[in-house]
């Protein structure tokens, strides 16, 4: 921060992105002193409050852990957001995770939270876990139910976000006031879409950023003649997947880009 404000003198507030690990080694006293600095806005991808799903991502922390390190940054003054990802907890968890991360989150005041669903990419580690048959995905239909019960069981005023490519009906809600709409356009999905068309968007979304993947690599290769980092920060745009004007909103939405490495 202090190198930040020597050569960008009239920056006055520094976002970037952190875990919850970050923040434990940190007092109370020293967030604040960050805050002074310009240190605010920090997107924490906690993912789940749920700690089954936790230990089944590797976190490295607990449910405890989220709220006790976020109080914090509410003491300091120091905003923050998170994210959410649907389907995290596997097949026939959904429940489980939405009903106990909102819990969490509700604990803590996030200043909005984004939702993303699961896509499972080869070379991750949950991808050849679900090779080897020790992690089953959950199906689409059931994630679109797991974002409704995430979203009936938070008790915060909060921005969510659920318009990442990842989401197979993107849409946002400010709640608690636009609970009941969200969770209607929600149901409408569910009764109106069947589940194999929901499959084969999550399908596309894998075949193109693996398309994608590949000519970045070839680029790579032929201006630095090495692999280089292609694949988990090659950055897509959301309306390249969306090219059917099913739910209206599908056609060149504007969202803008998404990262990907998950």
């Given at each position: 921060?202090?190198?930040?404000?020597?050569?960008?003198?009239?920056?006055?507030?520094?976002?970037?992105?952190?875990?919850?690990?970050?923040?434990?080694?940190?007092?109370?006293?020293?967030?604040?002193?960050?805050?002074?600095?310009?240190?605010?806005?920090?997107?924490?991808?906690?993912?789940?409050?749920?700690?089954?799903?936790?230990?089944?991502?590797?976190?490295?922390?607990?449910?405890?852990?989220?709220?006790?390190?976020?109080?914090?940054?509410?003491?300091?003054?120091?905003?923050?957001?998170?994210?959410?990802?649907?389907?995290?907890?596997?097949?026939?968890?959904?429940?489980?995770?939405?009903?106990?991360?909102?819990?969490?989150?509700?604990?803590?005041?996030?200043?909005?939270?984004?939702?993303?669903?699961?896509?499972?990419?080869?070379?991750?580690?949950?991808?050849?876990?679900?090779?080897?048959?020790?992690?089953?995905?959950?199906?689409?239909?059931?994630?679109?139910?797991?974002?409704?019960?995430?979203?009936?069981?938070?008790?915060?005023?909060?921005?969510?976000?659920?318009?990442?490519?990842?989401?197979?009906?993107?849409?946002?809600?400010?709640?608690?006031?636009?609970?009941?709409?969200?969770?209607?356009?929600?149901?409408?999905?569910?009764?109106?879409?069947?589940?194999?068309?929901?499959?084969?968007?999550?399908?596309?979304?894998?075949?193109?950023?693996?398309?994608?993947?590949?000519?970045?690599?070839?680029?790579?290769?032929?201006?630095?003649?090495?692999?280089?980092?292609?694949?988990?920060?090659?950055?897509?745009?959301?309306?390249?997947?969306?090219?059917?004007?099913?739910?209206?909103?599908?056609k060149g939405d504007g969202y803008g880009?998404?990262?990907?490495?998950?």
């Amino acid at each position: 921060a202090l190198l930040v404000h020597e050569y960008l003198k009239e920056c006055q507030t520094m976002a970037m992105f952190a875990n919850i690990r970050d923040i434990k080694d940190k007092k109370v006293k020293q967030l604040r002193a960050l805050r002074r600095l310009g240190i605010n806005g920090l997107s924490i991808g906690t993912e789940s409050g749920d700690n089954a799903t936790l230990r089944l991502a590797n976190k490295g922390y607990t449910a405890k852990d989220i709220i006790d390190q976020c109080r914090k940054l509410d003491e300091a003054g120091i905003e923050y957001y998170f994210v959410y990802m649907t389907g995290l907890a596997g097949k026939g968890n959904g429940h489980r995770n939405a009903v106990n991360s909102a819990k969490v989150f509700s604990k803590v005041n996030p200043r909005f939270i984004s939702v993303d669903s699961l896509t499972l990419f080869e070379g991750t580690e949950l991808y050849e876990m679900a090779e080897r048959g020790e992690f089953v995905p959950a199906g689409e239909k059931e994630r679109l139910e797991e974002l409704q019960i995430f979203i009936r069981n938070l008790q915060i005023r909060v921005h969510l976000f659920a318009n990442s490519v990842s989401n197979f009906y993107p849409t946002a809600a400010y709640l608690p006031r636009d609970r009941e709409q969200v969770i209607g356009e929600l149901q409408y999905v569910l009764d109106t879409v069947g589940e194999e068309e929901m499959q084969r968007y999550r399908k596309r979304i894998c075949d193109k950023i693996r398309t994608a993947d590949k000519r970045y690599l070839c680029r790579s290769r032929r201006r630095y003649g090495r692999k280089c980092f292609a694949g988990s920060c090659f950055r897509i745009k959301r309306t390249a997947f969306c090219g059917r004007d099913c739910f209206g909103r599908f056609k060149g939405d504007g969202y803008g880009d998404r990262k990907f490495g998950y």
